[in-house]
C-alpha cells in the first residue's frame, strides 16, 4: 500500500514538472571542404531551440524571462522581427503576452544570448 501511494506521488510530481517547461533543439552542422581550386567552401551552423514554460516578465519586443523545468529562470532577447501566434497558428498582437502566460519560443543561440524570433501562446487567457 505504501509503495502504490509513494508511487503515484513520483508520478505525479515527475509529470507536472514535465508539463510545466521542457526544452527542445535542432540543428545543422558546418561543413567546411576544400574545393578542386584550393578554396575553401563553408557551410553556417545554426542551431534553433524552443523553450515552454511560463512567462515571469516580459517587455514588449525587448526582454522575455520564462519559468521553465531548469533551476534558473531562462532569459531571452527579443530579434528585431518577432512572430508572435496562438497555439493554432494565428497572429496575434504582442500585447497578448502578459506575465503567467505559458509560452513556447522559438529561439536561436548568438554567443552568450538566446533570441527570440517566435512566441507561441500554448494557453489563452
Not at 574545393?35 to 531551440?49: M, P, S, V
Request: glycine share 6%.
Amino acid at each position: 500500500m505504501f509503495k502504490s501511494i509513494v508511487s503515484i506521488a513520483f508520478a505525479t510530481v515527475l509529470a507536472g514538472s514535465i508539463a510545466y517547461g521542457q526544452t527542445s533543439s535542432s540543428s545543422t552542422s558546418t561543413t567546411v571542404a576544400t574545393g578542386t581550386d584550393g578554396t575553401a567552401q563553408t557551410t553556417t551552423t545554426t542551431t534553433t531551440t524552443e523553450s515552454t514554460g511560463v512567462v515571469s516578465e516580459y517587455t514588449p519586443n525587448q526582454t522575455l524571462v520564462l519559468k521553465t523545468e531548469a533551476a534558473e529562470p531562462l532569459h531571452y532577447k527579443f530579434s528585431k522581427k518577432v512572430t508572435y501566434v496562438t497555439s493554432d497558428g494565428r497572429s496575434i498582437e504582442s500585447s497578448r503576452i502578459k506575465k503567467d502566460s505559458k509560452v513556447r519560443v522559438h529561439y536561436i543561440k548568438d554567443g552568450d544570448d538566446m533570441v527570440v524570433d517566435k512566441v507561441i501562446v500554448t494557453e489563452r487567457d
